[in-house]
Nanobody
Framework: QVHLVESGGGSVQSGGSLKLACALNGATISAYFMAWFRQAPGKEREWVATSLGVGHSFYADSMNGRVRISRDIAQNTLYLLMSNLRPEDTAMYFC?????????????????????WGQGTQVTVSS
């Protein structure tokens, strides 16, 4: 099972930007569908974005074009660039992986579709 390690979270003011990273250990990112989810206190885990491969990505409408998911094959790392952050973006952000030997279909926004998860990185946005 792939081991995922997130980093890059922190505290920023409203309107600021952050770039989250998710390093894969023990596996090659090319073999996985990858996604970012987030979870705020007292709320359900929310899908943010999915990368099915280089240049093949999907985004939650709620992010209003403020995020960009990417993967660096050489660094074996998934990224999430977030801009124009708002206080409502405050949450723990998790990356997730699912083997691309499976059929993902429309399940890419469902947490249950992913078998491996990182420990999360906290993003706090102040007004």
């Amino acid at each position: 099972q792939v081991h995922l390690v997130e980093s890059g979270g922190g505290s920023v003011q409203s309107g600021g930007s952050l770039k989250l990273a998710c390093a894969l250990n023990g596996a090659t990112i090319s073999a996985y569908f990858m996604a970012w989810f987030r979870q705020a206190p007292g709320k359900e885990r929310e899908w943010v974005a999915t990368s099915l491969g280089v240049g093949h990505s999907f985004y939650a409408d709620s992010m209003n074009g403020r995020v960009r998911i990417s993967r660096d094959i050489a660094q074996n790392t998934l990224y999430l660039l977030m801009s124009n952050l708002r206080p409502e973006d405050t949450a723990m952000y998790f990356c997730a992986a699912a083997s691309n030997s499976l059929t993902m279909g429309s399940r890419y926004l469902n947490p249950a579709a992913y078998s491996s998860w990182g420990q999360g990185t906290q993003v706090t946005v102040s007004s």
